[in-house]
């Protein structure tokens, strides 16, 4: 059964950094792509950025390109997400999710999901 | 574009059937998923590209396309189906994805 925990949220000052933890369990966690979406209080979903695979290819949304950066290791079974700059409008729940077609070299759709760690922006 | 559209807001009749639609230039090339998520909870995939449905999901769910634009159609809704439901794809350059705002969906 696949599961997805992610770590690392909690209430921080504009301009300071964070980083997110998603650890994975139940599959091959080496063979699937993974993504962070986000959604603030009260709004809809937006993607944030996905990873390959092997972690050969990455993107991001253009909002936190620059300031953001998904990795992972595979050896530890966890994706990452690196923030950094932190504004108000980052806020939000972060979710990480995996993709389910094995070794697929593309941005695929994020069909596993774990429940979130929120982030939250304020001085 | 890089947007997806969706009404913000539909009803339906217990028992009836609802379609839910998202529109976007991305879907011409790229085929729609469909998440649905209830208050406080993570989203769940209900409906896959190529418009399949995951296991565990209600055959009433279904997904169709055609042109720019992409339903999610549920057949006989529910009570339990109450709840947001986001579209997602991928944008025009195939690296991103996209969600669309969101559709809440209310079971009279």
């Known amino acids: 059964q696949e599961q997805l925990v992610e770590s690392g949220g909690g209430v921080v000052q504009p301009g300071t950094s964070l980083r997110l933890s998603c650890a994975a369990s139940?599959?091959?966690?080496?063979?699937?792509?993974m993504h962070w979406v986000r959604q603030a209080p009260g709004k809809g979903l937006e993607w944030v950025a996905v990873?390959?695979?092997?972690?050969?290819?990455?993107y991001s949304v253009e909002s936190v390109k620059g300031r953001f950066t998904i990795s992972r290791d595979n050896s530890k079974n966890t994706l990452y997400l690196e923030m950094t700059s932190l504004r108000a409008e980052d806020t939000a729940i972060y979710y990480c999710?995996?993709?389910?077609?094995?070794?697929?070299?593309?941005?695929?759709?994020?069909?596993?999901w774990g429940q979130g760690t929120l982030v939250a922006v304020s001085s | 574009s890089s947007e997806l559209t969706q009404d913000p807001a539909v009803s339906v009749a217990l028992g009836q059937t609802v379609r839910i639609t998202c529109q976007g230039d991305?879907?011409?090339?790229?085929?729609a998923s469909w998440f649905q998520q209830k208050p406080g909870q993570a989203p769940i995939l209900v409906i896959s590209?190529?418009?399949n449905r995951p296991s565990g999901i209600p055959d009433r769910f279904s997904g169709s396309s055609s042109g720019n634009t992409a339903s999610l159609i549920i057949t006989g809704a529910q009570a339990e189906d109450e709840a947001d439901y986001y579209c997602?794809?991928?944008?025009?350059?195939?690296?991103?994805?996209?969600f669309g705002g969101g559709t809440q969906l209310t079971v009279l």
């Open positions: 999710a995996s993709e389910s077609i094995p070794k697929f070299r593309g941005s695929g759709t994020p069909v596993y």
């Open positions: 139940g599959f091959t966690f080496s063979r699937y792509g």
């Open positions: 990873i390959w695979f092997d972690g050969s290819n990455q």
């Open positions: 991305s879907l011409r090339s790229y085929y």
């Open positions: 590209a190529e418009n």
């Open positions: 997602n794809s991928r944008d025009s350059s195939g690296n991103h994805l996209l």
